[in-house]
């Protein structure tokens, strides 16, 4: 089970974090009025499943050959590989297409075993369509989309947001300014606070196959430090914790690091605060270090840059990536364990 777990986590990381380039800094006030409808939750894209509906590895079809009772096949799952077989049709390539363009391949595989055959598929079970929400709720992992939900659907179907108890008080223990949700590699406008904590529905998308939702906690002093360093990633905050120290800590600059102007991201991904430091000019003493603060991300580009919304997309980019590995690496058992 750790396996499995393992290998679907870091492939969905992977495809969702990785490939994409992030927020658009136009998108942080929120969606564009013209994508939003009435109610409680927001439109579709064009290429939604619930428009056309493709299988994929783990669904479960039936087969039956018109005429030919004898025939019939319930119950076939489609293999990882994304081929199926049913009667002299073998491994016909079936991911990618619907119900109606499966049942021609079929039909036209068995064309020269029957005469005009007609093959009917009807689906039993949908295993293809998943996403994944990790982070500070009860039930982490990757979800089955069995039907349309909606973003807030699927934070209560995974058991809601953590809470505990400090001071003999419960506290939510979600930091809903860093939550995010990631899809094709780039992070939807959602406000995590206004969706949950003030009821604000224009936010409340509907959940798509390999969206990746990441539920920020609240209780930790960390901090990142992400881009062109020799080792990006976490880094306990401490009191002396600078831009400067900070970089330092985590390798320091790699050859193609841009150290005029590095990146500091402060407060909500909605409305974030931000920061540039001139570690060239702190170096040789002309200006003072940056201290950090937690959950400060720390961004260093690979490139000349002038406004802070030239980078910021990548900031946040590496630090969905980041967020991901990070969660991965502390609640995965390796596959293989130290002797």
């Not at 658009?24 to 619930?50: I, Y």
């Not at 050959?65 to 004898?70: D, I, Q, S, Y």
């Not at 391949?105 to 007609?118: C, D, G, M, N, T």
């Not at 039993?124 to 979800?143: A, M, P, W």
């Amino acid at each position: 089970m750790q396996r499995a777990l393992l290998i679907i986590l870091l492939h969905v990381c992977t495809l969702v974090l990785l490939a994409g380039q992030g927020i658009a800094p136009e998108a942080a006030t929120g969606p564009a009025p013209g994508a939003l409808v009435p109610g409680n939750q927001a439109t579709t894209t064009p290429a939604s499943w619930r428009k056309r509906y493709e299988l994929g590895p783990g669904d479960v079809i039936n087969f039956s050959l018109f005429g030919r009772p004898e025939l019939s096949r319930p119950g076939f799952r489609i293999a990882p590989d994304g081929t199926v077989s049913y009667l002299q049709a073998q491994n016909i390539k079936v991911t990618g297409l619907t119900l109606d363009e499966a049942r021609l391949a079929i039909e036209k595989s068995l064309a020269s075993h029957f005469r005009s055959p007609r093959v009917i598929i009807t689906p039993q079970e949908v295993g293809s369509k998943r996403f994944t929400i990790l982070g500070k709720v009860l039930n982490k992992g990757v979800f089955t989309l069995e039907r349309p939900i909606t973003l807030v659907e699927a934070i209560a179907n995974a058991g809601g947001l953590e809470a505990g108890l400090f001071d003999y008080k419960i506290i939510e223990l979600a930091d809903l300014d860093r939550s995010f949700i990631a899809r094709g590699g780039k992070h939807l406008p959602v406000d995590f606070r206004r969706l949950l904590h003030e009821g604000d529905m224009k936010f409340n998308f509907e959940v798509e196959p390999d969206d990746f939702i990441y539920i920020a906690s609240n209780i930790t002093n960390d901090y990142y430090v992400l881009g062109a360093v020799a080792a990006p990633g976490t880094q306990g905050l401490t009191e002396d914790a600078s831009v400067v120290a900070a970089i330092s800590l985590r390798g320091g600059f790699t050859e193609r690091a841009w150290i005029s102007r590095v990146l500091v991201i402060r407060g909500s991904f909605v409305k974030p605060k931000t920061f540039v430091i001139n570690v060239k000019n702190v170096l040789a003493a002309k200006d003072k270090d940056f201290k950090l603060e937690p959950k400060d991300i720390v961004f260093v580009a690979e490139r000349p840059w002038t406004f802070a919304e030239d980078v910021l997309k990548d900031a946040l980019s590496a630090f969905s990536s980041s967020a991901a590995t990070n969660w991965v690496s502390q609640h995965v058992n390796p596959i293989v364990n130290p002797p």
